[in-house]
């Protein structure tokens, strides 16, 4: 199985940009669509941005459709989130997302998690 692991997050202010980058190993991730997603205390984990397998797909969560943008590499194995513009409700713990698949309840299914790294936005 895949295995993700995320780097890129910390601290920053209102306003100011960061890029979280997800380095997958043991598998190609050519083959699968990509995403990011976000959890903060006490509520569940959220859609952010999903990518397809070639790159030419991409969906967003309303609140970060255009401030936000996922791409990816696959010959280097990683997945990308530049993130600008940011907002302090953007503050929470950014997960990568192997094969994420939504079914038709509206439930997300995910085949592989990165462990998560923290962006932190203050005003």
């Known amino acids: 199985q895949v295995q993700l692991m995320e780097s890129g997050g910390g601290s920053v202010h209102t306003g100011d940009a960061l890029t979280l980058s997800c380095a997958a190993s043991?598998?190609?991730?050519?083959?699968?669509?990509m995403g990011w997603f976000r959890q903060t205390p006490g509520r569940e984990r959220e859609f952010v941005a999903t990518?397809?397998?070639?790159?030419?797909?991409?969906r967003y969560e309303g609140s970060v459709e255009g401030r936000f943008t996922i791409s990816r590499d696959n010959a280097k194995n990683r997945v990308y989130l530049q993130m600008t513009m940011l907002r302090p409700e953007d503050t929470a713990v950014y997960y990568c997302?192997?094969?994420?698949?939504?079914?038709?309840?509206?439930?997300?299914?995910?085949?592989?998690w990165g462990q998560g790294t923290q962006v932190t936005v203050s005003s």
């Open positions: 043991k598998r190609s991730i050519r083959t699968y669509t």
């Open positions: 990518i397809s397998s070639d790159g030419d797909s991409q």
């Open positions: 997302a192997g094969d994420p698949k939504k079914s038709f309840g509206g439930i997300w299914h995910v085949s592989a």
